[in-house]
């Protein structure tokens, strides 16, 4: 069974509201192989960066729920989400 969640005020928190709660994504674009995974799962959340040639974020703030599925078929665990465990991935 899922324990409630310490949110980084130090207040518990569900499974559910855990979720719903919006985190800093991040990128690490020395990891980043580029392979455009990302912006195709989580268009909202990421874009194509012409100049940079590689992902960037459309949105700095998204809900577990939102990018999960993008963290998890990173082929280089590149996203990371501010104040996750490896629980939430």
């Known amino acids: 069974m899922l ?3 310490t949110h980084r005020t130090g207040t518990q928190q569900s499974p559910a509201e855990e979720a719903a709660t ?3 994504v991040l990128i690490d674009p020395s990891e980043c192989n580029a392979c455009s995974g990302c912006c195709d799962i989580c268009p909202d959340i990421f874009e194509w960066d012409q100049d940079m040639g590689r992902p960037s974020l459309k949105r700095q703030y998204a809900t577990h729920d939102e990018v ?3 963290i998890s078929l990173c082929p280089r665990r590149c996203i ?3 104040g996750w465990t490896e629980e939430f991935y």
């Open 22 to 24: 919006l985190h800093e």
């Open 68 to 70: 999960r599925e993008a």
């Open 80 to 82: 990371t989400v501010e």
């Open 3 to 5: 324990q409630p969640a």
